[in-house]
């Protein structure tokens, strides 16, 4: 595919108009589309090549946590109707963070601090949700069924990218949005390694019913559950309540406008979300069979009762529920911090430069904050408050900064080498947390400082980049 004229010409005697900018995005997931949105709104000429060959496709994973960071992000980059969709189609926000035993005995229930602006607080949304919402608008932006392959330099400065379906594009800049296997990245930087984090995570949902909500502690169905068991056992629960119903109508108590905005979105025809509970369970690769990633989803479900066995029944009992169709093993991967290379005409966001382990929770928050941020650079530059390449350089300098500080922090939380993944020693590490968090959890003030760190964490106190 080549790229669209990009002018119609001029009148008889006049010089022909400059050509807007045009920004090549590779990859349509949550950093490339809000990217893709802030670009469009200050006025660029910008396209998303996607290899998924529809809207629907490509999906990996089923809650999203969008922290104060996203959502300062995706108010900036969505035009103000479509950032009001994204709030009326968000899950219930969660309002308890709890640790758990295997057993489902409370270690600390954290409070999440509520919502005081559009910016604050925690919410959460389906990955199909937010997908749809990015794409809402955009369908003459996206190039479906486009595969990535390699991209070339031009004499002009310029930069042409090439697809495996054939065809080219030729853009001012191009922006790696394309992953943890990034081949923008692979050419651009064949140094910036991606490693296996030593850790394998399977995860699936069930739908929320009177049956599965009785499964849960009533702080869990009402946040987020996090179990910390022996042999560096974890699972993670998520109870997604949406305002529709299963026929896709907004329900009893919605009203006003998000009724409105429900009813109207377009992206519901495309989005098969009801509420559900979703769980994630993860540990070392070295508790795992060496199949464990060619196993489908009923085999993985019995795998996880098999290394479960002495877990509360509730648990169990919630894995037995899971839909096997929903069921998928991830090898988690981390990405290995570089320093900063020098700036040309390509960039990188998101999982494309600083992929990161699930343990802070801050993965699409942190690509949200990339779109945000390199929108705010590309303007200065249109504005002529800046040359395109101090405002690139400015985007990633600050970029490789969060963006890295979150993956080795992430690491340090959820990686395959911590010390409670190890046969005895592990053991003693799970007591003396779980010690910790007792004796948090009857101290107040030692409470709420662990609340304040988590909320800092997701970019509470954070001012603006």
């Known amino acids: 595919m080549t790229s669209e004229p990009l002018h119609t010409g001029s009148a008889a005697g006049e010089a022909p108009a400059p050509a807007p900018f045009r920004v090549i995005v590779i990859g349509a997931g949550t950093g490339g589309m809000a990217l893709a949105h802030g670009l469009r709104r200050a006025g660029f000429d910008v396209v998303v090549y996607e290899r998924d060959r529809t809207r629907s496709a490509g999906l990996h994973g089923y809650r999203v946590g969008i922290g104060p960071d996203g959502s300062a992000a995706l108010k900036q980059v969505l035009p103000p109707e479509l950032h009001e969709t994204f709030k009326a189609t968000c899950a219930r926000p969660p309002r308890h963070f709890v640790m758990l ?44 069924g486009r595969t990535f392959t390699h991209y070339e330099q031009r004499p002009d400065g310029r930069v042409t990218a090439y697809f495996a379906e054939g065809g080219e594009d030729t853009g001012d800049l191009l922006v790696a949005a394309d992953g943890v296997g990034s081949r923008v ?46 042999r560096g056992y974890s699972c993670i629960l998520h109870t997604m309540e949406f305002p529709w119903d299963g026929d896709g109508r907004p329900k009893n108590g919605v009203g006003g406008n998000d009724a409105d905005l429900v009813r109207q979105w377009p992206g519901l025809l495309f989005d098969n979300t009801r509420d559900y509970v979703n769980w994630g369970f993860w540990a070392s690769t070295d508790k795992f069979p060496p199949d464990v990633l060619k ?33 998928f093993p991830i090898n988690i991967r981390t990405s290995v911090p570089v320093p900063q290379w020098p700036t040309g005409n390509i960039t990188l966001i998101g999982d494309a430069i600083h ?33 395109l390449h101090d405002a690139v350089r400015g985007y990633e300098t600050r970029m490789i900064d969060y963006g ?32 910790q968090l007792r004796i948090a959890s009857r101290i107040p003030s030692v409470k709420r400082r662990m609340a304040d760190a988590m909320h800092t964490r997701r970019g509470g106190d954070r001012d603006e980049d």
């Open 404 to 435: 890295f500080e979150a993956v080795l922090a992430s690491k340090a939380q959820t990686g395959g080498d911590q010390l409670i993944h190890r046969p005895y020693l592990g053991r003693l590490a799970l007591a003396a947390l779980r010690t």
């Open 295 to 327: 196993r489908d989803g009923r085999q993985l479900i019995e795998l996880v009762r098999e290394m479960t066995a002495d877990w509360h029944p509730n648990l169990r009992e919630l894995f037995r529920l899971a839909d096997p169709s929903t069921c």
């Open 185 to 230: 990245r692979k050419q651009y930087l064949p140094h910036a390694r991606v490693e296996d984090a030593g850790i394998i995570s399977i995860a699936a949902k069930l739908p929320l019913t009177p049956e599965s909500r009785a499964l849960l502690p009533e702080a869990v169905a009402d946040g987020i559950g996090l179990v910390l068991a022996p």
């Open 101 to 144: 035993t295997e057993r489902l005995r409370t270690s600390v229930d954290l409070p999440l601090r509520p919502a005081v602006d559009e910016e604050s607080g925690e919410r959460s949304v389906s990955r199909m949700t937010l997908r749809q919402v990015l794409f809402t608008g955009m369908e003459d932006v996206i190039r479906f």
């Open 355 to 387: 992929t990161m382990t699930p343990g802070q929770g801050v993965g699409a928050n942190t690509a949200l904050r990339d779109a945000a941020l390199l929108t705010r650079r590309l303007t200065a530059f249109r504005d002529g408050r800046s040359s």
